[in-house]
């Protein structure tokens, strides 16, 4: 499975941004995806993830209620759509899939395959 990222850019805080991950293959469906954010200097760090078919989403403390994750097995994408960005959300974001265990879906464990990464930068 290949991964590809799009959508990051510069936007002023409280403004939005909708992320969206294409994957290769037919096996899309049958794993989590899930996003990463990594800023300078940090660690790479959970966001959100959706199950296999987009029923179940999980989210990071710091973006619950302004981050929403959907996903289109049709299209074999999913979408973070990112609203009222503060500057501390400004990080690569990275999607990512595996089979990921329910235990494990905030950690990078069970991940099997990662994007390139999409740049957000939201100004204050």
């Known amino acids: 499975v290949q991964l590809q990222a799009s959508g990051g850019g510069l936007v002023q805080a409280g403004g939005s941004l909708r992320l969206s991950c294409v994957a290769s293959?037919?096996?899309?469906?049958?794993?989590?995806v899930g996003w990463f954010r990594q800023a300078p200097g940090k660690e790479r760090e959970f966001v959100a993830a959706?199950?296999?078919?987009?029923?179940?989403?999980f989210y990071s403390d710091s973006v619950k209620g302004r981050f929403t994750i959907s996903r289109d097995n049709a299209k074999n994408t999913d979408y973070l759509v990112m609203n009222s960005l503060k500057a501390e959300d400004t990080a690569v974001y990275y999607c990512a899939a595996g089979p990921v265990i329910l235990s494990q879906i905030g950690s990078v464990t069970g991940y099997h395959y990662w994007g390139q990464g999409t740049q957000v930068t939201v100004s204050s």
């Open positions: 293959g037919r096996i899309f469906s049958s794993y989590v």
């Open positions: 959706t199950g296999r078919n987009g029923a179940a989403r």
